[in-house]
């Protein structure tokens, strides 16, 4: 999906409003294309990164085959969910059945509907998905590949990595522990650019709400107690009168945007 034009996403919510030349998030999404159209019917969705299924499928194929060259791994396997005879398509079953996309509530990762074990459909797998509120980001990077797994296997995919207050990326007995990890984005670093940038707008926005409205008591009540003629006063009342009729009409101009992102 080409977003270079026509893009629709301004700024967050209750964010100040930009003009697209100045939006972070903004430039950062037209120079982006996908091509899964699993999220085209997504509301509030914002960009979409691919998976480079091909290779994330022949990666763990791979290393697959190597492991079950070890005789504990061949026996348990063929007693155990077909393993061996179907286990190429089971990877296929589970690498295409993933999606993720950046929306405005968070980054939504889906796992889709899949068969598993023997493809039967008394194996099938239910979708799942999980959105990372990007208020609730403490950490997002990216793990280039090296070295080899099994020795002999080249590492090849990329992991994004996301970690919440929740999950904090402590180490355990099975190693750290990350709220989401994805293996294999065609662009991760961009993904971890714009990931930032809408928690930086989400930021923002938090604060803009925080900032109370403007108070018109104060410059009336001055005006009485230094007792100023009526036409002063009603001059004091012009300007107010005024800066609320553009007030309005920014309020207005948001809602709009707001719609059409909606």
Known sequence: MDNT??????????????????????????????????????????AV?????????????????????????????????????????????DVYSQHVAITRDGIKYVKDRRKTGCGLSCTDR?????????????DCDVTEPAGA????????????????????????????????????????????RLVWAMKRASSKGENQALVPP????????SAMDRGLSNEETNSILRDIRSELIEMNANMKSMKSLESRVV
């Open 214 to 221: 403007p108070s018109f008591a104060a410059p009336i009540q």
């Open 126 to 138: 239910g979708k799942s998905s999980k959105t990372v509120p990007f208020d609730k980001l403490t």
């Open 149 to 192: 797994t099994c020795c002999c296997i080249d590492n090849v995919l990329s992991v994004v990595t996301v970690d919440t207050a929740s999950s904090g990326g402590g180490g355990g007995e099975g190693g750290p522990r990350h709220e989401l990890s994805l293996a294999g984005l065609k662009e991760p670093q961009k993904f971890k």
């Open 5 to 46: 034009e026509g893009f629709p996403y301004q700024t967050l919510p209750g964010s100040k409003v930009t003009s697209a030349k100045d939006d972070e998030v903004g430039n950062l999404v037209r120079a982006l294309k996908w091509e899964d159209k699993f999220f085209d019917q997504e509301d509030g969705l914002v």
């Open 49 to 93: 990164f691919d998976f480079d299924y091909e290779q994330i499928a022949a990666f763990r194929k791979s290393v697959g085959c190597v492991t079950m060259l070890f005789p504990p791994m061949l026996i348990f396997g063929t007693l155990f969910a077909c393993y061996p005879c179907f286990y190429r398509q089971q990877v296929d079953w």
